[in-house]
C-alpha cells in the first residue's frame, strides 16, 4: 500500500505564512503529479496546485502569487509554500499524488491524504 502523510496545519492570522508538506511512503516505483486540493465547510474539495516529476507547475487562480509548491523526488514529498494567507483560504487541505507500484505495469494509483486543517483569521 501506499501512504501519504501531511505535516500538520494550524492556525495563522491574515497575511501570515504556513509551510504543508506531504511525504509518500510504502510500495512505490514512480510517482507522477503531486499535489493539493482543499475543501471549505459547505463547498466542493477544489484544486490548489500541482506538480509533475519535472518540476512543472498548475495553480488555482485564487493562490497564484501567494502559493507555491515544490517537491524533492528523493524523498517522495512535496512542499506547499503559503504566504498572504487570507480568511477565504481556510480549509481543510488534502495531499494528493498519482503512484505507481512495483509489479502492477503501467497502473497509476489515486491516492490521498487524511486532510489537514488550515484556519486564517481576520
Known amino acids: 500500500q501506499v501512504q501519504l502523510v501531511e505535516s500538520e496545519g494550524g492556525l495563522v492570522q491574515a497575511g501570515g505564512s504556513l509551510r504543508l508538506s506531504c511525504a509518500a511512503s510504502?510500495?512505490?516505483?514512480?510517482?507522477?503529479?503531486m499535489g493539493w486540493y482543499r475543501q471549505a465547510p459547505g463547498k466542493q474539495r477544489e484544486l490548489v496546485a500541482t506538480i509533475t516529476r519535472g518540476g512543472s507547475t498548475n495553480y488555482a487562480d485564487s493562490i497564484k502569487g501567494r502559493f507555491t509548491i515544490s517537491r524533492d523526488n528523493a524523498k517522495n514529498t512535496n512542499y506547499l509554500q503559503m504566504n498572504s494567507l487570507k480568511p477565504e483560504d481556510t480549509a481543510v487541505y488534502y495531499c494528493?499524488?498519482?503512484?505507481?507500484?512495483?509489479?502492477?505495469?503501467?497502473?497509476?494509483?489515486?491516492?490521498w491524504g487524511q486532510g489537514t486543517q488550515v484556519t486564517v483569521s481576520s
Open positions: 494528493n499524488a498519482i503512484v505507481s507500484r512495483p509489479d502492477h505495469g503501467e497502473v497509476w494509483y489515486n491516492y
Open positions: 510504502g510500495s512505490i516505483f514512480s510517482i507522477n503529479d
